[in-house]
């Protein structure tokens, strides 16, 4: 049985006593609250005694009936008090008795009173029955005085029963509860003491038998409870500590048997371990005589300052060290060494060891040092060399003279180039003027054109007829044309002329931008953008924001009636395209293919005749009436300026009523 079960039981029991105690202090309660209800019966018998003495003063100083009724129901509520009185003992019944008889003389004396009252008599021999009913209320008060003691011995012997009562329940209930609480306090102390010490000694045997590092012993403790379940976990700790155990002895041997040296030394250099190899190295004669001394001692005196300055650092600040050293062994002088330091880290990666891994290269080292003995025959072989290398060198210098008559050409050509540049730079700086004048000069006329029509339609709307106003509408809409065409004549302009640098930029992020500036139109289309995964290219952030806003744009404007635009974009490497069929520059034709990516937008829309596709990109052409479609016709011509800029390419392939599908070639 579990401990739990056990101090379920003892808890039971508990529950069980505590119910009785209950039941004892409910029983208490009870008698108590009988005792109180007799003591407001004796208040309310006193009260009611005090009112009749006042009736029956008042019925004799004015002979009413009300007040004769209201004396009455005094009286019956007094002998009603009386009969609810029960459970007394006899003192109490005395009391009650004494009350009894009173309160009957009580009543004669008042009925006497009243039957000697008549109206005649009274105003005939007022004195006489004065002087009559006066002994009469004298007897009911003294007889009223004496309920009224009767009254007050009553409850006063009424509340010592109530307090000796209440005495006995709370002495009842102190002595049961100490007996319970002693009780279970010592039967719990026994059962648990008495169980758990049985299981804690022969754990404590279990542990010192394994800490005599017998690992096949296990604890024999089959017990349900919390101890049996600790026994079965020590058990299977003891288990997983015996084949940890094992693959360190698998480990140690692996170690012991190793040609390289291996030792292990606190942070502070101090050996801790060493294995066989290493032993042998140093000439120690047992592995007890290296443990505790510090890894200096055993290096030459001169690498000492390598050792603090320059290794022990770069261990700690790099967690390893590997190169060439040399020891001192007592076999022999010098033994040169290829060793390699690393830290040892806790749980919470914190250094605890520096571990050492040596290789004797010593063999190698006297090899190197017979090769040095042919350094004579060799440098005998290189002064040979070197005559053949003097008539190499004069054959050089012809050639460096060739080269350099090459250089002050590529020089000439370099100052040519830059002379280019500057021109170049000149004609991108007129070009910005001309882009200037464009925005804002050429914008002008056409702002006052179109305020100075605006005024005229709406000052004058009244003197000019219907075919006047046709007049300004034409005019109107050729000025907004015109001032459309100014704008993207100057977007194109701007493309050339743009000096950003190139950064990477990555085609998914431009095409979330491009949709959410296109949401609008996207919605009032009832259109669909599919988007594959696109590469990283290097480029100008905005105007591939504009490229691509203008090819899928187009691809709205130009959709079929009553067929919702479908618009795909993805990508594909430059080599798995089939180059021939499309209308390529040198520069990409020349380069490797591997440089370049390729994006295809494909479109549900009106499509064209092919015969068209180099037209459209040529700017201000139209394949159809501005009356139908919106815009100037540059948009595309923006686009292949763009692409051309980052050295790419950008075709089409169309078919009237089927849609078209734009390639890009970006590197």
Known sequence: MKIKTKIKIITMLSILLI???????YLSIQNINKKNSKIEIAVAINKAVFELNILTNNYFIYYENRIKNQWQLRYKSLVNFLSKIDNINEHESGYLDNIRKKLSEIKKLFTKIDLSINRDTVVKGLEIHHGLNARLINQIILHSQDVFNNSSLLMSGIKNDLLDAQKKSNLAIVFFTCIIVGLICCLFSWIIIKDILRSIIELQKGIQIIGEENLDHRVNLEKN????????????????????????????????ASEQGLGIASLDGTIVYVNPSLCKFTGENSLNDMIGKTF??????????????????????????????????????????????????????????????INDITERKHTELELLKYKDHLELLVKERTNELAILNNNLIKEIQLHQQTEKELRINKLSLQKLNTDLKNSNEELEKFAYIASHDLQEPLRKVLAFSDRLKIKYSNIIDEKGHDYIDRMQNAANRMRIMIKDLLSLSRVTTSSEAFVDVDLNDILKEVLSDLEIRINETNGLVEISDLPIVKANPLQMNQLFGNLINNALKFHRDNIKPHIKIFSDIAESINFSNINLNISLKNDQCNNYKTIFIEDNCIGFDQKYCDKIFQPFQRLHGRNKYEGSGIGLSICRKIVERHDGNISVNSIPDKGSIFIIILK
Not at 231 to 255: C, R
């Open 19 to 25: 119910l009785i105690i209950s039941i004892m202090n």
């Open 296 to 357: 200096v001692h055993y290096y030459p005196k001169k690498l000492s300052g390598k050792l603090e300055n320059e290794i022990m650092p770069c261990i700690m600040k790099n967690g390893s060290w590997s190169g060439e050293l040399m020891l001192n062994s007592k076999n022999a002088s010098i033994i040169y060494t290829y060793e390699s330091f690393f830290l040892i880290k806790d749980d919470k990666g914190n250094p605890i060891y520096i571990a050492d891994v």
């Open 225 to 256: 409870d919390e101890i049996g379940e600790l026994a079965v976990s020590f058990n299977e700790m003891t288990t997983k500590l015996q084949k940890a155990n094992e693959q360190i002895i698998i480990f140690q041997k692996f170690v012991e």
